[in-house]
């Protein structure tokens, strides 16, 4: 089975601070991995996805994440945050076998950026 | 590129009344089709399933249930909504390991 683990619900930073939101994952198989975000009462748009490629995966907004296989994880980073920054971050891990490939996502994060 | 669209992006309806949520998909052809629901704190859960027309997969027992009618086309629905089934309904299509979410729909149960 597959699952994924966000270490802190909620994560407060400063405008202009380092942004780390922490994933684990785990599966049985080489995983496909993903990061979403989720503004208030709307659908979720993909940042970024590790499909076996680069290690160091480049996304949209000026996020990045590292695969680590070692420590079976994905973090997601942005050198300096923004205030626009401020939503619900979700990591997945593509499932496989009777579920279809279906994602399987963490609990969430929520990010806030005080001025 | 998938386009999934989902509609109402609101509801309020009370409990025992029945239930249709209708999610769409343009751009891609035969994708498989997720509805998750989202409750506060809890993340998203995978309620159904489908890799094809008429082919419905149900990951947690529970007041609802799912069709696909169409290829394109992927319903929820219930019977008798529970004050347990409100939330922030989600459809999600997958195609080439790329899946695309709808907006959602908030239902309020009352």
């Known amino acids: 089975a597959q699952s994924v683990t966000q270490l802190g619900s909620h994560v407060s930073v400063s405008e202009g601070a380092l942004v780390l939101l922490r994933c684990n994952y785990s599966?049985?198989?080489?995983?496909?991995l993903f990061w979403y975000v989720q503004y208030p009462n709307q659908g979720l748009q993909l940042l970024l996805k590790?499909?076996?490629?680069?290690?160091l995966v480049k996304g949209i907004n000026g996020f990045e994440a590292e695969f680590k296989k070692s420590e079976t994880s994905f973090h997601l980073t942005k050198p300096s945050a923004h205030m626009s920054d401020a939503a619900e971050y979700f990591c997945a891990v593509s499932g496989g076998g009777g579920s279809q490939g279906n994602l399987i996502f963490g609990k969430g994060t929520k990010l806030s950026v005080k001025p | 590129s998938q386009t999934i669209h989902q509609w109402p992006a609101t509801l309020v309806q009370p409990v025992g009344s029945p239930l249709s949520l209708e999610c769409t998909v343009e751009?891609?052809?035969?994708?498989?089709l997720y509805w998750y629901r989202q409750a506060a704190g809890r993340g998203l859960q995978l309620l159904f399933y489908?890799?094809?027309?008429?082919?419905i997969s149900s990951e947690v027992p529970q007041n609802l249930s799912a069709s696909r009618p169409q290829d394109r086309q992927f319903i929820l629905s219930s019977k008798k909504l529970l004050l347990s089934d409100s939330g922030f309904y989600l459809c999600a299509g997958r195609a080439n390991y790329g899946y695309t979410f709808g907006s959602g729909t908030r239902l309020t149960v009352v």
């Open positions: 751009g891609t052809s035969n994708p498989n």
């Open positions: 590790y499909t076996s490629a680069a290690t």
């Open positions: 489908s890799v094809g027309i008429g082919q």
């Open positions: 599966s049985s198989v080489p995983p496909y």
